[in-house]
Nanobody, 119 residues
Framework: QVQLVESGGGSVQPGGSLRLSCVAS????????MRWYRQAPGKQREFVAGISIDGFTNYADSVKGRFTISKDNTKNTVYLKMNSLKPEDTAVYYCNDNIATLRGLHDYWGQGTQVTVSS
């Protein structure tokens, strides 16, 4: 059983910052690509950022230069530092990890954490 738990969401004014965390726990053999997605009300879930096993990162154009994804392999944790937040960043943010267990390689999702950017 693998579980992903996000934290760090909240309400912030435009221009503010937040740091999201996502911890993976359970019978984990290894973790591959780790990603963040978000879903705003009435919209489809969209890719935000990803980090590979080797630490290579990629970002959605809408967050480049403002968001930074990082990870701590010793803690099975992926982070998303969000700076210069805008109202359009308001969404539920989900982490998505590609995890190997004895049952094989699967994608797992967290339950989401709400980020609200408003004055």
């Amino acid at each position: 059983q693998v579980q992903l738990v996000e934290s760090g969401g909240g309400s912030v004014q435009p221009g503010g910052s937040l740091r999201l965390s996502c911890v993976a726990s359970g019978s984990i053999y290894s973790i591959g690509v780790m990603r963040w997605y978000r879903q705003a009300p009435g919209k489809q879930r969209e890719f935000v950022a990803g980090i590979s096993i080797d630490g290579f990162t990629n970002y959605a154009d809408s967050v480049k230069g403002r968001f930074t994804i990082s990870k701590d392999n010793t803690k099975n944790t992926v982070y998303l530092k969000m700076n210069s937040l805008k109202p359009e960043d308001t969404a539920v943010y989900y982490c998505n990890d590609n995890i190997a267990t004895l049952r094989g390689l699967h994608d797992y999702w967290g339950q989401g954490t709400q980020v609200t950017v408003s004055s």
